[in-house]
């Protein structure tokens, strides 16, 4: 392969993103400079914050540019190393984007560069133990501080942070109750993954359904989603609740402003917390959190769901599966085997 | 004086309460019983939050029932004990309700009874030393954890509470701006109190001078009113910032659900937390709290600032000052001297 396929931020979205907010390109292979190398992606992470970047507008990160390739995380192979710590062939993770070859170094981009160990498989490093295994195990454990015995709500729960969130608090001793879109989704969180109780959004009263799912109320509600769903959860939290905002997906492909809910005020009655954060505050501690997943899923306490799609040409669509609900566990895309 | 003047909660408030939603009544003197005193009450107190008191709906206080006299908290003057602890005489803090006698005894309703100091005006007792000066003292210190160097903007700025948390955000240090309604209160906030700026919410946009009064953003928001302003307080976080939800006094008197800020997943990109509380949590703590408030007034760092009615007949019309606005500083309403 002698030349870099791109798929470039075209036009910023204005609702649902597709394949028209994105140009395809043929670049040549750039060279790495001194302390640089050059990455081939392997694989493509997606995740609803994704959605994000592509707006013009401040957030934890810079928006992506137009012209430039989409950002995404990814797990590719050194193909040439001018780094003393990389050698041509190591498994690494980086901020690849939505191309096959990327620069990186270690502390540049959002995600650095580093190794994947030996003994992680790189969809494992891409899901429980990447990005959104940690979003799960900080989020829950640092600002839900899940107590046994205490009732914990999850919304996205099927999703690849939802689902690591509602197992850790099962495995600390928590009453767990998933929220999730359609029966499929639902039955793999209670047969599988051992969820006490789902709500089934699609067909389903949620405010109800919560009631009925968490008689003793919500003690942490741990959100992906925003919206209706935050609304209906913020109608059952318990005194001291802790409401762990990791996202919104709900309004992410919103053209209008949607409104907050309506019953904030409950957050004052019920003496509780919303709290807001950002995984990457806790990069620093990352090997703390990845011992102690690996630990569970050695054990088989901790299990973990891969959406693996292929093929360069489907990258725009993947994205999309986030917001119809169509993954379920972590949306990954392989674009090229290791060699 | 024979009898027992009420205001007996008649019908329940949609919107704006009027006199309407009370009746006049006059009953006999009630006896007490044992470990009981009967109290008459001096001055009453009123408080955005007795709005919500009147709704049907579980809180962190019952409903008051209709009947009933309206519920607040008062001072009085002891006319019969039957408790080792109180004597004829003896000025007492209570919930005394809008009536001229109730009866009291320690750990009895929200309030209990408790002798005002001898050093503590009745006055100070139900502004800076009180309800409203204590929720000020703990929710600042207790959720806001301002540091000094930081900024702390407050709405509602020139009421009971707020008036009182921007002071102490002051002596701790903070850059302080208040949000207030009208000139009048705004140059109240910056020339006696020293706010070191203020926003004139009827009269300025609020979320561009925040944007100016606030050049290194909001570290604190101790927000009493909610809605737009939340909102708009809400587009100018810090990284990490606290948000403590006091009250919400913009949807008191809504007669339909108020949505919500539309900006919530800024907690999210900044990290921020959004904390609800209520003062009778921190009841067994309230001496700590006087001591250090006292402390400020006699050093005149600290200033409080009451806003007096007099006469049994205002006492409805007098609830309604709160809500448009009329007061400035601490309400209370005079019913009798102490004899």
């Known amino acids: 392969m002698n030349t870099n396929r791109q798929w470039l931020l075209a036009k910023r979205p204005h609702g649902v993103v597709n394949k028209e907010n994105f140009d395809y390109a043929e670049k040549p ?30 957030s934890y990160l810079p928006p992506v540019q ?58 494992m490093m891409m899901s429980v133990l990447g990005i959104t295994g940690l979003t799960a195990y900080w989020g829950l454990l640092d600002l839900g501080e899940p107590r046994a015995g205490e009732t914990v709500l999850v919304s996205g729960a099927a ?4 689902s690591v969130a509602g197992q850790i608090a099962k495995i600390k001793g928590c009453r767990v109750v998933g929220i999730a879109g359609g029966s499929e989704k639902c039955q793999w ?3 599988e993954l051992g969820f006490d109780d789902v709500i089934d959004y699609k067909n389903e009263n949620v405010d109800e359904r919560i009631s009925e799912t968490c008689p003793h109320k919500v003690d942490v509600f741990f959100d992906n989603v925003g919206g209706d769903i935050l609304e209906a959860a913020l109608n059952h939290i318990n005194m001291k609740a802790r409401v762990v905002l990791c996202g919104g997906i709900s309004a992410y492909n919103a053209t209008e402003p949607v409104p907050g809910p309506v019953n904030l005020m409950n957050l004052v009655i019920m003496r509780a917390r919303m709290e807001g954060f950002i995984v990457i505050d806790y990069m620093d501690r990352s090997e703390i959190a990845v011992e102690e997943l690996l630990g569970w ?27 119809t609900g169509k993954n379920l566990g972590k949306q990954l895309l392989k674009i090229a085997d290791p060699v």
Do not use: C
């Not at 999703?159 to 939802?162: R, S, Y």
């Open 29 to 58: 292979i750039p060279e790495p400079g001194e302390g640089e190398v050059l990455v081939r992606n392997l694989y493509l992470s997606f995740d609803p914050t994704q959605r994000g970047w592509m707006e013009d507008r401040e």
């Open 66 to 123: 137009l012209g430039e390739p989409m950002r995404a995380g990814s797990v590719g192979q050194v193909t040439e190393s001018n780094h003393p710590e990389f050698a041509k062939g190591d498994l690494v993770q980086t901020t690849g984007g939505w191309q096959d070859f990327v620069i990186a170094a270690p502390g540049q981009g959002p995600m650095g560069l580093s190794k994947v160990p030996d003994r992680i498989s790189p969809e």
């Open 159 to 162: 999703g690849a942070t939802g």
């Open 189 to 191: 969180l209670k047969d």
């Open 297 to 323: 899923i050695m054990s088989g306490e901790l299990k973990y769901q891969i959406d693996l799609q292929e093929g360069f040409e489907n990258i725009p669509d993947t994205l999309n599966r986030l917001f």
